[in-house]
């Protein structure tokens, strides 16, 4: 469970947030939508606390997070390019984030192999493929079993098998309780996975809640044109 | 379990430590070294030397070798940061990565080559002149290892960065000297010495220079803001003052990055 109150967030003279208030529940992917810079960066990197919010405050299961660090145990995240120290291995790099996170709570090797990633172990992640890179961002998110997840266009630069791997996994996640939040361009693979929606707009909360909500509204039976119809709307 | 700080820290060493320019500023630290050291044949001038090096080579290696570390790094730093670890311990692990590293390159650099000169019996080495010159050394590295951070933490244009290193490293090595010799010259009717003792105390390399030319008993050497160190302060007070007015100067750049950085949008 993740909530937001009245969060904003200014850059000199533009206010990328402009009091958000949403909840993530667990149990459910959310997903967040909006146009290009409509402030969904700042809103998952505040959670994540790494953009400094300029008021409000994040609860992560139930916990302030703002100057708490220790909530990041709980979360696994996805950022939209993932990028590794050049000099470093991915075996090395996995098990720098273990020493700083503790003991794996799932298995290592399962999940390398899930997502096909064991035959790059020993490679120094400069040469990985932007999917490749993908991939171990998947596993290190993935890895500690967190209560939460956030997914910042996790599949951009997977191929299908990877993708579709990746999609039964966070479904997974999702049936065991988790709270997953999730961005991507790709409308028809927010309509396969989520079952909420926060929509965006310079900064303000337009709609948030059920899919099935967004549809009697909009009375458009597919997502991307309900979400289209918001966005003329407002 | 040990304290973040020391895990970025680590990881941070190791990651500089296979980077090739590292170790190639080391071997070029130790060429010079060598080449002063082999070409004349004193090896106290050679010392003095080397302190010219320090004075001219080291604070704009740390300063461009910071700043791309810095920059290359920030993917590090970003990752990181999602994981449940303090932001200033992500701060200082890298400070004392970087600082450290670029001392231990330094250190390396001019003693193997003074280690070497008297292991062979090639001559007497000074060795309290060489530990002062690898004490200095050290200093102006993690001076301008942390003015590199904050340069660094501040712009998120590297190139900017990168140019006003350059220039703050032009004022500080060229222009400061200029301009305090116009001002000892254009006042020399007033008491002036205690304001020159203060204004050389504003940078970090003629403290470099006061603090080995203290420890030489060579007058001629000791130029004008020396010889004030010796006179008003002796070499004890004049040691002492130029010694933390050098951690001052790594500290309150460094305390400054941290603040910048505890602040920043990543």
């Known amino acids: 469970m993740v909530r937001v109150e009245e969060l904003t967030k200014r850059y000199g003279a533009l206010e990328a947030l402009k009091g958000v208030t949403a909840e993530f529940p667990p149990g459910k992917v959310t997903a967040v939508v909006g146009p290009n810079a409509s402030g969904k960066s700042t809103l998952m990197k505040s959670i994540l606390g790494l953009v400094v919010p300029s008021g409000g405050e994040v609860y992560v299961l139930g916990e302030p997070a703002r100057k708490n660090p220790r909530v990041r145990e709980h979360i696994g995240y996805m950022p939209q390019d993932p990028r590794f120290p050049e000099n470093t291995t991915v075996r090395e790099v996995v098990r720098w984030i273990e020493e700083l996170r503790g003991a794996p709570k799932l298995d290592l090797d399962g999940l390398l192999e899930y997502f096909g990633l064991s035959p790059h172990l020993d490679q120094p992640t400069r040469v990985l493929s932007g999917g490749t890179r993908q991939k171990l961002s998947a596993v290190l998110a993935f890895l500690f079993d967190p209560e939460v997840l956030i997914l910042d266009e996790p599949t951009a630069g997977l191929d299908p098998l990877a993708s579709s791997r990746f999609k039964d996994r966070v479904a997974a996640e999702r049936d065991r309780g988790k709270t997953v939040i999730l961005t991507s361009h790709v409308m028809s693979e927010l309509e396969e996975l989520a079952e909420r929606l926060v929509f965006l707009l310079e900064g303000e909360v337009v709609f948030a809640g059920d899919l099935e909500e967004l549809r009697e509204k909009t009375g458009e039976a597919r997502l991307e044109r309900a979400v289209a119809r918001l966005m003329e709307a407002s | ?266």
């Open chain 2, 1 to 266: 379990m040990r304290g973040p700080v020391y895990k970025i820290f680590k990881y941070t060493l190791f990651d500089l430590l296979r980077s090739r320019w590292l170790s190639s500023y080391a071997v070029l630290i130790g060429l010079m070294t060598v080449g002063l050291l082999y070409l004349g044949d004193d090896p106290t001038q050679a010392a003095v030397s080397v302190l010219n090096l320090v004075i001219l080579v080291v604070p704009l290696v740390s300063l461009v070798l910071g700043l791309m570390y810095h920059y290359a790094n920030r993917d590090f730093a970003l990752l990181v940061l999602t994981q449940p670890v303090p932001r200033g311990s992500v701060f200082w692990g890298q400070l004392l990565g970087l600082g450290l590293s670029l001392t231990g390159a330094y250190l390396v650099g001019v003693l193997v080559p003074f280690a070497a000169f008297s292991a062979f019996g090639m001559g007497e080495v000074d060795w309290p002149t060489v530990g002062m010159l690898l004490f200095v050394g050290a200093m102006v590295t993690l001076v301008f290892s942390s003015l590199a951070l904050y340069l660094g933490v501040g712009n998120d244009e590297r190139v900017r960065a990168l140019g006003v290193a350059i220039a703050v490293w032009f004022v500080l090595t060229f222009v400061y000297d200029s301009l305090l010799l116009a001002f000892i010259i254009l006042a020399q009717a007033y008491p002036i010495d205690r304001w020159v003792i203060g204004l050389s105390m504003l940078n970090p390399i003629d403290l470099a220079r006061v603090l080995v030319l203290l420890h030489l008993d060579t007058a001629a050497l000791m130029g004008y803001t020396g010889a004030l160190f010796k006179k008003f302060l002796g070499t004890g007070m004049g040691t002492t003052a130029a010694v933390l007015a050098l951690v001052l100067w790594t500290a309150v750049p460094a305390w400054l990055a941290g603040r910048v950085f505890a602040r920043k949008d990543f």
